[in-house]
């Protein structure tokens, strides 16, 4: 099929199968049996090389021409049959805007209780001053105990309350950090006061029942200045449960202790009329004025500069506040646990606005 005739008939065939073609797979089909690799125009092309040299330009334009009207008929029909099949679909797929709006991945989706509590109690003290300080949870024994005060043979040191990591050489060990008070001593030894901050994060310590986990989250707070007292550190409390809480007033009581980081040192019970339970006391927390040696470890003049720490369990705040009974489910990853307990993504605690409203 070479002649002129023959090339007529040819594109008055093609142009009657693209038309007759009915969905996109069909159209396709035609293509390749035009001008796919072995189709009928590409063997034509083929034949070019065995024409004599004054045939072969004139049949080369003619085969030429013939392929691009066949392509651009091959494109209309595709644009007509994409339309047809939007048309089609558009008719079956319909949406009833009466219905309810379904909940997507932001109103699924739940922020854990421990991240939203940590945001509130930031909220708080930011809003007295406090700055967020953060360290490593990896520490050194000298971080996490000496500069602390807290003797070699204290219990806390000991492997079984303490997670240590194989000695070194020259008989050193790392440790996770049993609380976040190295943060306290790293920000004494690189800023001069007046210093005010609070350091939350994970700390570890080896128990594990109902309400001890072997990781578990902690706040600590630390104000050193020339003038701090314990009034201070009383009012800074009473303000910051109130907060939390989200109730006008709170009952307090300071029961004496001992820690070797603090001098004095208290543990602090509220009343329970916090969370709807008058007639009880919740110990929530342990403070005192910062130990004068630890002062001195640090490279601060105790003569000169006091302050006041507290530190309080960030999980136990969140069991107290949101009613849940069983510390080891805040790491279990159930997913039905975090639907009841978890917040909304959009749920972002301010003072303003109610801190879990």
């Known amino acids: 099929m070479s002649g002129a005739d023959d090339l007529k008939v040819l594109e008055k065939n093609l ?10 797979t069909a159209l396709d089909a035609v293509r390749v049996s035009a001008l796919g690799k072995k189709g009928r125009i590409s063997e034509l092309m083929s034949k070019l090389g065995s024409l004599p040299p004054e045939e072969r330009k004139t049949f080369g334009q003619t085969v030429n021409t013939l392929k691009g009207q066949i392509s651009a008929a091959l494109d209309a029909r595709k644009t007509e049959l994409e339309t047809a099949a939007l048309d089609e679909r558009l008719k079956t797929e319909r949406t009833d805007v009466t219905l309810p709006v379904r909940p997507g991945p932001i109103a699924e989706g739940r922020i ?11 909220e708080i003290f930011a ?12 520490e050194t024994d000298e971080m996490n105990f000496d500069k602390l005060n807290i003797p070699a043979e204290h219990p806390a040191r000991q492997d079984h309350d303490t997670f240590y990591f194989a000695p070194k050489a020259d008989g050193s060990r790392l440790l996770l950090r049993t609380h976040t008070s190295p943060v306290q001593i790293r920000t004494m030894v690189s800023q001069k006061p007046p210093i005010r901050i609070i350091a939350p994060g994970r700390v570890y310590r080896c ?9 578990f989250h902690q706040v600590e707070g630390l104000v050193i200045d ?6 201070h550190l009383k009012w800074v409390l009473q303000e910051f449960c109130k907060a939390f809480f989200e109730v006008d007033e709170v009952k307090m009581r300071f029961r004496a202790s001992h820690f070797p980081f603090t001098e004095p040192s208290m543990e602090v019970d509220i009343g329970a009329e916090a969370i709807g339970k008058p007639g009880q ?15 001195k470890n640090c490279g601060l003049d105790p003569e000169k500069y ?3 720490a507290f530190g309080v369990g960030l999980d136990r705040l969140t069991m107290l506040k949101y009613g849940i009974p069983d510390l080891r489910a805040f790491f279990s990853g159930d997913l039905t646990w975090l639907s009841h307990y978890g917040f ?4 972002v605690p301010t003072l303003a606005g109610g801190l879990s409203s």
């Open 15 to 24: 142009i009657a199968e693209i038309g007759g073609a009915k969905d996109l």
């Open 226 to 231: 020339e003038s701090t007292h314990m009034g």
């Open 207 to 215: 128990d594990s029942d109902q309400t001890h986990t072997p990781m």
């Open 281 to 295: 006391w919740l110990e929530i927390l342990g403070c005192g004025m910062v130990h004068p040696n630890v002062l």
């Open 112 to 122: 854990h209780p421990v991240s939203q509590v940590l945001d509130e109690v930031v």
């Open 344 to 347: 909304s993504t959009l749920d």
């Open 306 to 308: 006091q302050g006041f």
């Open 127 to 138: 809003d007295m001053g406090f700055s967020v300080a953060e360290g490593p949870d990896i």
